[in-house]
């Protein structure tokens, strides 16, 4: 997957059109994630947080992509409301690591001012979505 100049997520035969605000900054958070953890010290707690972090954060852009290809309202309804939970989760992971002053603070602050603003977008499409007909 490589993300063009024109704005276009591109996956093996798939062109998926990032103009939505939320699609595009779901996809450069998750790459923001990478990059901070690909920095972590290769100590076991590190490893454990990094791979729930990952795990989280890489969720919430992949299940606004997945929802694209749902089979109903509530299908679509059901992975935005999972996207929002990865959120949820990923702002618990940053904090954590915040607060145990495993790593500096100043690059958490950014990162979690990030996942906050996209767990907002989520909810009020939500609100959008389960407030409108299909």
Do not use: C
Not at 63 to 80: C, G, M, P, R, V
Not at 108 to 116: C, G, N, S
Request: charged share 20%; no cysteine; proline share 1%.
């Amino acid at each position: 997957m490589i993300l063009t100049n024109n704005s276009k997520l591109i996956s093996n035969n798939h062109n998926l059109n990032l103009k939505s605000d939320l699609k595009y900054r779901s996809y450069h958070f998750s790459l923001s994630i990478i990059n901070f953890v690909s920095n972590f010290p290769s100590k076991r707690v590190y490893w454990i947080i990094s791979d729930q972090l990952l795990r989280a954060a890489l969720s919430v852009g992949a299940n606004i992509i997945e929802a694209k290809a749902s089979s109903s309202k509530k299908d679509f309804i059901n992975y935005f409301q999972i996207s929002l939970k990865s959120a949820n989760e990923t702002e618990y992971w940053l904090s954590l690591l915040k607060d145990s002053n495993l790593v500096d603070s100043s690059k958490v602050v950014d990162l979690t001012r990030e996942i906050k603003e996209i767990g907002k977008m989520l909810g009020s499409s939500l609100l959008t979505m389960k407030g409108k007909k299909f």
